[in-house]
């Protein structure tokens, strides 16, 4: 059984589906980071069969909930201090994300006006479909 010491401040992306903990490591952001980050792959999950884990040493403030809500909705976030959970969260999916996801459509006000946000609105939760502000062109979830 491998063994990653335990944090004593930070956070723990928990229930992550097997192999997309890279995808949520660049997505947030958290190369760019000057803090100790951990990636465990495939690890066993009574639950899952499988699951990737990501310790981040820092605060909540680190990560952007949107965007691991857009990600994936069902990752659980673990708030560690003095060693210990003190909380764990559910991210949800979120009803609005900016420059997450980017519009396809050539004619989409986007396309031309360059500095202009990518501004997404969840159009179906169930199906998990976003449609463009500007151009109401869709975008479906593909992992």
């Known amino acids: 059984m491998l063994n990653i010491s335990?944090?004593?401040?930070?956070?723990?992306?928990?229930h992550i589906q097997a192999g997309r903990s890279m995808d949520i490591y660049f997505k947030l952001g958290l190369d760019r980071l000057d803090c100790q980050i951990a990636i465990i792959k495939n690890a066993?999950?009574?639950k899952m069969g499988r699951k990737d884990i990501i310790k981040i040493d820092g605060g909540l403030d680190l990560v952007n909930l949107d965007v691991l809500g857009y990600i994936d909705h069902n990752i659980t976030i673990n708030i560690i201090r003095d060693g210990q959970i003190i909380e764990k969260k559910r991210v949800r999916m979120p009803k609005k994300i900016t420059n997450v996801i980017f519009c396809k459509?050539?004619?989409c006000i986007t396309s031309i006006e360059q500095e202009l946000p990518h501004v997404f609105y969840l159009a179906d939760e169930e199906k998990e479909?976003?449609?463009?502000?500007?151009?109401?062109?869709k975008y479906s979830k593909k992992l």
């Open 129 to 137: 479909v976003y449609r463009c502000i500007y151009c109401d062109e």
């Open 44 to 46: 066993r999950s009574r």
């Open 105 to 107: 459509n050539p004619r």
């Open 6 to 14: 335990g944090l004593n401040e930070g956070i723990v992306l928990d």
